[in-house]
């Protein structure tokens, strides 16, 4: 049981680079969730999902996009990279809405 | 619009020392109350608190909630080199929905030297 696991873990993009960082999980969560953290901010969240087919914006969604076409995967879709999109990202999962969240590694991005 | 403050932003002690460190929330709707500890990576699951008075314990690590005055702890006893970290207070956004989209305090950055 890997539980969520992030690819890659480091990435260098050029400004206007697109990339797709990769979640997935697998104890068949329903809810997902990506967010960055940028230092001394704490997390914000990006993207959600709430089940397979269904995706909605989080606090700070512009620049991004995500689909969730299986439970197990819920890729993060850069299409033009900007400096200001520097920061470490990490995925989460949980079952259900009561219960904890549990998060991947983190994907360090820097944009040059 | 939901907010979570934590206080103070970073603190150094000395091993053996105990550290309180402070969340205070304004969420809407609230349910719970998280505190994860995050070391190199990705944080981790400390406590879940939804009523104010009781007292969450974890050998060393201890949290209690107050639902009045809007704000929880998180104490440390004895504190060890490994408990170094940033520890984050979280509170799940409400809205009539229930997919908890966690809003998280800036964090409390903690060093405990030898």
């Known amino acids: 049981n890997a539980g969520v696991t992030q690819t890659p873990k480091f990435r260098i993009l050029k400004i206007g680079q697109s990339m797709t960082l990769q979640c997935t999980q697998d104890m068949n969560h329903n809810y997902m969730y990506w967010y960055r953290q940028d230092p001394g901010m704490g997390l914000k969240l990006i993207y959600y999902s709430v089940g397979a087919g269904i995706t909605d914006k989080g606090e700070v969604p512009n620049g991004y996009n995500v689909s969730r076409s299986t439970t197990e995967d819920f890729p993060l879709r850069l299409e033009l990279a900007a400096p200001s999109q520097t920061s470490v990202y990490f995925c989460a999962s949980k079952a259900g809405p009561q219960e904890t969240q549990y998060f991947g590694p983190g994907t360090r991005l820097l944009v040059l | 619009e939901d907010k979570v403050v934590q206080s103070p932003l970073s603190l150094v002690v000395h091993e053996g020392d105990t550290v309180t460190l402070n969340c205070s929330y304004e969420?809407?709707?609230?349910?719970?109350l998280l505190w994860y500890k995050q070391e190199k990576k990705a944080p981790t699951f400390l406590f879940m608190l939804?009523?104010?008075?009781i007292e969450k314990k974890s050998g060393r690590l201890s949290s209690i909630l107050d639902k009045k005055e809007l704000f929880s702890i998180l104490n440390i006893t004895a504190t060890q080199t490994g408990d170094s970290a940033i520890y984050l207070c979280?509170?799940?956004?409400?809205?009539?929905?229930?997919?908890?989209?966690?809003?998280f305090g800036q964090g409390t950055i903690l060093t405990v030297h030898p």
């Open positions: 979280a509170a799940p956004n409400a809205g009539g929905t229930s997919y908890g989209k966690l809003t």
């Open positions: 939804t009523s104010s008075g």
């Open positions: 969420v809407t709707n609230f349910r719970s």
